[in-house]
């Protein structure tokens, strides 16, 4: 069964440094990887969505890459903003071929950027 | 822009009651999911649907079922809603084909089983 660890689980940064979230899972059979913006109370946003094929993706400020092979993944976030301060998920997209199974999530980074 | 709703962002049910939350999607998607999100848990999978009326049971199906009768909504229901069930609920779209597309997120409904 898939499992997804997120490192760190909470973070404290002053505004302007560059950072990087961890993400790992634990079967590398997967169709894609994505990461979520969760703000207090709200639902998710979507940030960027990385293929299996694919090492990485890039988004403004963000930027994502994956090593299938090692169960890996990495946000890296530049410059950051006070209004990058939310809850950030890291979900794969693993099961059956041609099948809609959903995403397996792991339990976020809790990112608070110090003005 | 792909829009998901949902009925309701909070909502407050009595123990036995049975519940229905509905979700809606604009966007001609195939794939429907509901999630549960707890806190320390994180989220999971309840029930996801592929097709109109057809369901498949995610990874805490336990107390819940579905309904999708058309394609752009898509109903869980608590059949007797009981205090453990008191959660986030998050709804979500994606088109379908092979692993390829983004999922979509609605805002949520905040339940609470008195």
């Known amino acids: 069964k898939q499992e997804v660890t997120q490192i760190p689980a909470a973070l404290s940064v002053p505004e302007g440094e560059n950072l990087v979230l961890n993400c790992s899972f634990t079967?590398?059979?997967?169709?894609?990887l994505q990461w979520f913006r969760q703000d207090p109370g709200k639902g998710l946003t979507s940030l960027l969505l990385?293929?299996?094929?694919?090492r990485e993706q890039t988004s403004g400020r963000l930027n994502a890459s994956l090593d299938k092979s090692s169960g890996r993944s990495t946000l890296y976030i530049a410059a950051s903003q006070p209004g990058d301060s939310a809850t950030y998920l890291c979900?794969?997209?693993?099961?059956?071929?041609?099948?809609?199974?959903?995403?397996?999530f792991g339990k976020g980074t809790h990112l608070i950027i110090q003005p | 822009d792909v829009k998901v709703t949902q009925s309701s962002r909070y909502l407050v049910k009595r123990t036995g009651e049975k519940v229905f939350l509905e979700c809606v999607q604009d966007?001609?998607?195939?794939?429907m999911f509901w999630y549960r999100q707890d806190p320390g848990l994180g989220l999971r999978l309840i029930y996801f649907?592929?097709?109109?009326?057809?369901?498949e049971k995610g990874d805490i199906p336990e107390g819940y079922s579905v309904s999708r009768e058309k394609k752009e909504r898509f109903s869980l229901i608590l059949e007797s809603a009981s205090t453990n069930q008191t959660s986030m609920y998050l709804c979500?779209?994606?088109?379908?084909?092979?692993?390829?597309?983004?999922?979509?997120f609605g805002p949520g409904t905040r339940l609470t089983v008195t």
């Open positions: 979900a794969v997209r693993s099961g059956t071929v041609g099948g809609a199974d959903g995403l397996t």
């Open positions: 649907s592929y097709d109109v009326k057809m369901k």
């Open positions: 990385i293929q299996s094929s694919q």
């Open positions: 979500a779209s994606s088109i379908d084909g092979w692993g390829a597309y983004e999922q979509y």
């Open positions: 966007m001609d998607h195939e794939n």
């Open positions: 079967d590398s059979a997967i169709y894609n």
